[in-house]
């Protein structure tokens, strides 16, 4: 869920544990798998990407209602946040 969609969906966040609901960043989903590619050290042309995603596992852990996102087993933490990821 992306813009209107997801404005809405904060509306409702207030009462998602009363519902079993967890919120998850989906921007971080997108940000994780830019990490990966880079850690992986591929060039930006799309055939070589297209090709690495099939292969990119992203594992998803509910902790105290705090979604934690590891990309092929690591935890890419605040490095997703990075520069370097995000003009990626």
Same mark, same amino acid.
């Given at each position: 869920?992306?813009?209107? &969609?997801?404005? $809405?969906?904060?509306?409702?966040?207030?009462?998602? &544990? $009363?519902?079993?609901?967890?919120?998850?960043?989906?921007?971080?989903?997108?940000?994780?798998?830019?990490? $990966?590619?880079?850690?992986?050290?591929?060039? &930006?042309?799309?055939?070589?990407?297209?090709? &690495?995603?099939?292969?990119?596992?992203?594992?998803?852990?509910?902790?105290?209602?705090?979604?934690?996102?590891?990309?092929?087993?690591?935890?890419?933490?605040?490095?997703?946040?990075?520069?370097?990821?995000?003009?990626?």
């Amino acid at each position: 869920m992306t813009g209107h &969609r997801l404005r $809405q969906v904060h509306r409702v966040a207030p009462g998602r &544990r $009363q519902l079993g609901y967890v919120y998850a960043d989906s921007g971080a989903v997108y940000r994780g798998i830019t990490w $990966q590619i880079l850690r992986d050290g591929l060039s &930006r042309r799309k055939r070589s990407v297209l090709r &690495r995603l099939r292969d990119i596992r992203l594992d998803f852990e509910n902790r105290d209602n705090v979604v934690r996102m590891k990309v092929n087993g690591a935890d890419p933490g605040l490095e997703i946040r990075s520069e370097k990821v995000l003009k990626a």
